[in-house]
């Protein structure tokens, strides 16, 4: 019989894997359950500990979760079991989403897509979704990209001059050495960019 009370002595490495050994054996039955408490506080801020609650939180549930056997030598163990609880309760009645359909001028109902196509934006490039995706990558600026394109690519501009639309954006990369510069029409796409200086 080993004693797994006593420190390894000396450099026998023996002793020491059957005193690692014995730790290990000690760790597992802790390692393979926990009870984890569900805590919500006055303001209905939940926090999950495996502690008690504090005094200032009311106790919602206790749950028990265990870790599934390795090697699939026992049957799965469900880790926790949801609570069954109505919209209602989640969200008031002004954030949730239900819409009664439209009446018609004949007594019938229009239809309302959702997720349908977004609208499309007045600028056109001419490019194809691909290649347009490409030239973003390469921080390509397109005749026909729009404004909110082009800032995705580079940020904000460091100065921007425009008005009702129209105008031009400039963004400089490198102490105002490496500046780009972009034009604007009136719906707000991209007319023309001009670069100077270096690039690195």
């Known amino acids: 019989m080993v004693n797994c009370q006593s420190k390894p002595q000396g450099g026998n490495p023996m002793i020491r894997s059957v005193f690692l050994m014995c730790l290990l054996a000690g760790a597992m039955p802790a390692a393979q359950a926990a009870t984890v408490f569900k805590c919500v506080d006055a303001k209905g801020k939940v926090t999950f500990t495996q502690q008690n609650c504090p005094d200032n939180h009311a106790l919602d549930d206790v749950i028990s979760a265990r870790n599934q056997a390795p090697s699939g030598s026992s049957a799965p163990t469900k880790m926790a079991e949801p609570v069954n609880r109505t ?63 082009v800032e995705s690519m580079y940020g904000t501009p460091n100065r921007d001059g425009h008005a009702r639309g129209a105008g031009a954006s400039t963004y400089w990369n490198d102490k105002y050495l490496d500046q780009t510069s972009v034009g604007y029409d009136s719906n707000g796409c991209v007319r023309g960019s001009y670069q100077s200086g270096h690039r690195n």
């Open 87 to 149: 919209q209602a309760q989640h969200y008031p009645s002004t954030q949730r989403y239900a819409q009664q359909p439209a009446q018609q001028a004949g007594g019938g109902t229009s239809v309302t897509v959702v997720g349908g196509s977004a609208e499309r934006s007045p600028c056109s490039t001419g490019l194809s979704d691909r290649d347009l995706r490409t030239a973003k990558v390469r921080g390509e600026i397109v005749p026909g990209m729009s404004r909110k394109d």
